[in-house]
């Protein structure tokens, strides 16, 4: 395997281990961030 395929699966596995946000919770999050919620960025 290419070592540019074999980063690139390893990159997958990594974020499809973080749970996706809700739409309530990306519009809640984006809300924050045009408040100027720094944390909310991070």
Known sequence: ???SLDSLRLYLREI??????????EVCLAKRVERG??????
Request: glycine share 6%.
């Open 37 to 42: 919620d720094l944390a909310a960025k991070t």
């Open 16 to 25: 499809g281990k973080v749970p996706l946000l809700t739409a309530d919770q």
């Open 1 to 3: 395997m290419e070592p």
